[in-house]
């Protein structure tokens, strides 16, 4: 696949040029009305428990908790068919292939007690993947397979005897060999699902199960894989023994093809339209949904230049308000390293993904790209979701989320698409304003979209594993709050508690996530970032002045590449030393080396691609 030049990026697609709004924006928010609670499963990344030297280091622990990331899915896509979690270390280059601890060999150096240990400090919620295909021998002193239902169980047995808060997802991405609804190849997935399911509930029926981790909106909606899925495991005409969906959204390849994704993701023919008539359709429950890989402008051909820019970073920011206005339970970021270069999938087209850099690349490891100031917004912003309306045009100028806290306190994410400064005037309905003034949060670029460097709260580049620097603080009076957002920044905007009349409930539909859920945008979306925010109006009472952390949470990401259903013929050295692949179907050539299996997951990771539908009927 060829890869996209920077210039590429920048002109591709100009029938979505951004365009400047006329006069101020103007936000009007509901803080009477609470439209749902984010669940504690909302934030979350992907923690790849191969080929990333780094994993699990401290500092990119550090850096992540001062993030909204709490969830940590692992081991993080297409190592999920070759990992055994009784077998962490596995090495089939050395003797014994189980060892004690890691070793240089070993395909992963992470086991579910590491990786629980790693993200203790910030209350990690663990989201693990199962095998499917069956690429191992069998766990040590078992008769059983590595993909079998009694290994799952094994696996739930282990979290729930150590008091691991965990989800179980079954597989990643099954589905991309199959290029037709209902293929009679995906049935053995469906089957291999009940039979794990089942298992996992006999240990704890209250244990969370989700599939079918389908690869992209091609597969899940194109092809139907995700009604296929539902039809099965569903309650309507299938077992019941599904209690979550989780799904892949890598939309789009630039700035111009993927600044309206947010827009896309919740409108009248998107794809949060589809999910949910596909779940009416098979489930009587409203199922939650994780979108359990997911990066704007994901899609082949993004490259390291696009996912370390200031721009990507606004796309972040944007389509996790469009997750949380619409319903989704919990999204898992793809992923910790490999930002710019050699930890990303490497040959003639790489691809990037990364939250933060890995080894060898551009940066210093563990340096944030401008995508982790986009969640440490986010770390600011509360857990129940505000209806809004505003005037300008989200897709192309400002786009608006906003959110309250138990203390009664309002937040307003304001993000500027456009190459000038946006004015914004923002009235809270319902919230009477206080002495303590608001709180500006500012993620703003250096130069203009393409830029890597960036300003957060005023502070070019600011070092994670201190403090974050404070927000600004403005006094507010009145009825509404005037702000500008500088270009291409965004910024949330921090009412303090005790000023508002907040109703605490979350509308039905929530407590588990998805299925009916949310909507709490409307037509527009006003921005601020960077500017100073003059008193005319808004509100607020006890503001935070220190904006200095908000370190809590913390999760992983991976780099996973992901793996098809059918198995891999390697040829010579590539490929995976293991034996015959079981339920996923297929054989595993023997493979002398790490980087053998390696190459094969990134070859089959960039067959994911493909263009996806962009409306239903």
């Known amino acids: 696949m060829r890869r996209r030049t920077l210039l590429a990026w920048l002109v591709a697609s100009p029938s979505l040029a951004a365009t400047p709004a006329s006069a101020a924006d103007a936000i009007v928010v509901d803080a009477t009305k609470t439209v749902r609670q984010l669940p504690a499963t909302f934030h979350g990344a992907n923690y790849v428990g191969f080929w990333d030297s780094a994993q699990g280091s401290a500092t990119s622990a550090t850096v992540l908790a001062a993030t909204a990331v709490r969830v940590v899915r692992f081991p993080g896509g297409a190592p999920g068919d070759f990992y055994d979690w009784q077998c962490p270390y596995y090495t089939n280059t050395a003797t014994p292939n189980c060892p004690s601890a890691a070793v240089s060999s070993s395909w992963s150096s992470t086991s579910p007690a590491d990786l629980a240990r790693w993200a203790k400090p910030f209350g990690g919620i663990m989201y693990f993947q199962t095998d499917y295909q069956n690429t191992l021998p069998n766990p040590p002193g078992q008769s059983y397979a590595a993909n079998s239902a009694a290994n799952a169980a094994a696996w739930a047995a282990w979290a729930k005897q150590q008091g691991v808060q965990a989800l179980f997802e079954v597989g990643n991405e099954e589905d991309i060999n199959i290029f037709s609804s209902g293929a009679a190849s995906f049935q053995p997935y469906l089957a291999a699902f009940d039979a794990q399911a089942k298992a996992i509930h006999a240990v704890d029926p209250s244990t969370q199960v989700i599939g079918p981790a389908s690869t992209n909106e091609a597969y899940w909606w194109g092809q139907n894989i995700l009604g296929t899925f539902l039809a099965s495991a569903g309650n309507k005409s299938g077992s019941g023994t599904v209690d979550g969906v989780s799904l892949h959204f890598y939309h789009g390849t630039s700035w111009q093809d993927s600044m309206d994704i947010a827009q896309y993701w919740v409108g009248a023919s998107g794809p949060w339209k589809f999910i949910q008539q596909t779940i009416a359709a098979n489930d009587t429950r409203q199922l939650p949904v994780y979108i359990s890989e997911w990066s704007p402008a994901g899609g082949s051909g993004m490259s390291g230049a696009m996912n370390i820019s200031i721009g990507h970073a606004l796309l972040v920011a944007d389509l996790v308000g469009a997750f949380a206005d619409s319903g989704v339970a919990g999204y898992q970021y793809f992923a910790i390293h490999g930002a710019d270069g050699s930890t990303c999938n490497s040959g003639s087209a790489p691809q990037c993904w990364g939250l933060l850099y890995g ?64 004015a914004l005037t923002i009235t809270l309905d319902g919230y009477t304003p206080g002495a303590k003034g608001v709180d500006e949060y500012v993620l703003a670029s250096a130069g203009d979209m393409t830029s890597a460097d960036i300003t957060y709260n005023g502070k070019a580049n600011p070092d994670l594993t201190q403090a974050l620097p404070a927000p600004t603080n403005a006094a507010v009076s009145g ?139």
Request: glycine fraction near 20%.
């Open 359 to 422: 080894p060898g690349e551009n940066k210093p490891l563990d340096t944030p790209t401008a995508n982790v100031f986009a969640l440490a917004l986010w770390r600011v912003m509360g857990q129940g979701v505000l209806a809004l309306t505003q005037s300008a045009d989200p897709a192309t100028t400002v786009s608006a989320h906003a959110t309250t806290r138990g203390d009664g306190s309002v937040q307003v994410m304001a993000i500027n698409k456009t190459a000038t400064s946006q």
């Open 479 to 617: 009825a509404s709050f005037s702000f500008s957002v500088p270009a291409y920044a965004a910024a949330v905007l921090d009412f303090p508690g005790s000023g508002a009349s907040v109703d605490a409930g979350a509308t039905a539909g929530d407590a588990g996530g998805s299925g009916g859920g949310g909507g709490a945008t409307s037509s527009g979306g006003a921005t601020s970032s960077g500017g100073s925010g003059t008193a005319t109006g808004g509100a607020s009472s006890g503001g935070s002045g220190s904006g200095s952390g908000l370190a809590a949470r913390d999760a992983g990401t991976g780099a996973g590449a992901n793996a098809a259903t059918g198995g891999f013929a390697a040829a010579g050295s590539s490929g995976c030393g293991c034996r015959t692949a079981g339920a996923g179907g297929g054989l595993l050539a023997a493979a002398s080396t790490l980087a053998g299996l390696v190459a094969v997951l990134v070859r089959e990771r960039r067959r994911r691609r493909r263009a996806p539908p962009r409306s239903i009927s």
